[in-house]
């Protein structure tokens, strides 16, 4: 199954056609809203540095885990 995203509004101009393979390994930067300087504070907080290191970092699936089961207790 085939599955397509618009990713534009989320991602800096540059990589708004990059594969999700790609995507997966830009840096945080490339996030739209994520700065540099938020890029090098992940790194020396969390050790990350690309987009899949953000999406699979453990503090933030849990972070999002609680928000959404909180959401859904409303």
């Known amino acids: 199954m085939a599955v397509t995203a618009d ?3 989320l991602l800096d101009k540059e990589y708004e056609n990059k ?3 790609d995507l997966m390994k830009a840096p945080v930067s490339a996030l739209s809203g994520v700065s ?3 890029a090098r504070l992940l790194k020396e907080a969390f050790h990350i ?3 899949g290191d953000l999406g699979h970092n453990k ?3 849990v972070a999002t885990a609680i928000a959404d089961l909180a959401d859904s207790a409303k």
């Open 7 to 9: 990713l534009a509004k």
């Open 19 to 21: 594969s999700i393979a």
């Open 36 to 38: 540099e300087g938020d």
């Open 49 to 51: 540095n690309t987009i």
């Open 59 to 61: 503090f933030f699936r």
